[in-house]
């Protein structure tokens, strides 16, 4: 992923440069919590649960002028979510008869019960508009990198052709399929922001993946599984405000 890497080298590197050039740098700290979960087309029968994660991090905002402003955050984003879908394909049976083991084509269906608890950084820039005095709307990349993940759970599967008599049952067999998450995800983000006060903002953002959380050699999921979030969280400035005039004129455009 070397492409991202150099991606999050030059975004370090440009808001560097802003903050030594710059006359209104905003900055400060967030918090909050995000709900949602790995997303694929589902087969029939299958459901999966949103759980609520904890955001913690911090905000970078840079004002290009009197509508504009580009943002970027840095944050610890847990994601957690459960699933129930049903899996089936091919596979090979060994069954031994009269102490020769033969190797029988067949089949196998059943059910698993999984969950995600993944821990992200998160590293979104963001173009924000003023649509008011105290609304902006935002919209941007947002590159994110998974610092410790978690795919497990139980299986119950049937090995056989015939449901009524099949070869073999397995109840409750875990799995841990961590291993099969990509490091790397990237994707875009959108929302809105409440100023409530010069220091105090109230953000709502979606963020939706732009590649699978699994990766390309992971055969157990048809499709691209992609992370689906929303986002509520507070941000507090902290930064000296050095010039109320130039706030105030924000305020009322």
């Not at 499709?223 to 979030?229: A, F, L, M």
Request: net charge positive.
């Amino acid at each position: 992923m070397a492409f991202v890497r150099l991606s999050i080298l030059i975004i370090v590197l440009f808001f560097l440069q802003l903050s030594i050039q710059a006359q209104e740098i905003a900055y400060g700290i967030k918090g909050g919590i995000n709900s949602g979960t790995p997303y694929s087309k589902p087969k029939v029968g299958d459901s999966g649960k949103a759980e609520t994660g904890l955001v913690l991090g911090a905000f970078l905002k840079y004002t290009l002028n009197t509508h504009f402003d580009i943002l970027t955050e840095l944050s610890y984003s847990y994601k957690s979510a459960s699933f129930r879908t049903h899996v089936s394909g091919d596979t090979i049976y060994p069954e031994k008869i009269l102490g020769v083991t033969y190797y029988i084509p067949t089949s196998y269906a059943g059910w698993v019960n999984g969950n995600f608890k993944d821990l992200y950084i998160d590293i979104p820039v963001l173009i924000d508009y003023k649509t008011g005095k105290r609304f902006d709307i935002s919209i941007g990349p947002k590159i994110s990198y998974l610092l410790n993940g978690k795919n497990t759970g139980t299986a119950d599967i049937e090995v056989g052709k015939d449901p009524n008599y099949p070869y073999t049952t397995v109840k409750n067999k875990p799995f841990d399929e961590s291993d099969q998450l990509n490091k790397w995800d990237y994707g875009i983000t959108c929302g809105t922001s409440f100023e409530a006060t010069r220091r105090l903002f109230l953000n709502l953002n979606c963020s939706v993946g732009l590649r699978s959380i699994y990766k390309k050699s992971y055969t157990e999921s048809a499709g691209t599984v992609r992370n689906i979030y929303l986002q509520l969280s507070t941000a507090y400035r902290i930064d000296k405000i050095k010039d109320d005039s130039y706030i105030e004129k924000q305020n009322t455009n």
